[in-house]
């Protein structure tokens, strides 16, 4: 599995991103797939995950409302739009392919990774 995230940048609070997760070996057509965060000096944390069709979705409390996560099976993507950004959500965000096909929400129900992309919201 190579899972490559994109779409980070510097926003202005309020302001909105659209992340992706792109997966070029194709294999998590039938598994969950979940972006995760993690701040300087701060664990790595849940945000939102989708399972294998799109049919459930689960965010953390910090982000719901706010982010919307989405899947395209036939392109191999998950997306995570992100509104109403905030200085805390300043992060590298990660997304992660899951054991099962669940959206599932720690981390060791998570067996592959990406390299991450930097989110940097400034106030």
């Known amino acids: 599995v190579q899972l490559q995230a994109s779409g980070g940048g510097l926003v202005q609070a309020g302001g909105s991103l659209r992340l992706s997760c792109a997966d070029s070996?194709?294999?998590?057509?039938?598994?969950?797939v979940g972006w995760f965060r993690q701040a300087p000096g701060k664990e790595r944390e849940f945000v939102a995950a989708?399972?294998?069709?799109?049919?459930?979705?689960t965010y953390s409390d910090d982000v719901k409302g706010r982010f919307t996560i989405s899947r395209d099976r036939g392109k191999y993507t998950v997306d995570l739009q992100m509104n109403s950004l905030k200085s805390e959500d300043t992060a590298v965000y990660y997304c992660?392919?899951?054991?099962?096909?669940?959206?599932?929400?720690?981390?060791?129900?998570?067996?592959?990774w990406g390299q991450g992309t930097l989110v940097t919201v400034s106030s």
């Open positions: 989708i399972s294998w069709n799109g049919g459930s979705t």
């Open positions: 992660a392919r899951a054991r099962s096909s669940f959206a599932a929400t720690t981390r060791s129900q998570y067996n592959a």
């Open positions: 070996r194709r294999t998590f057509s039938n598994n969950g």
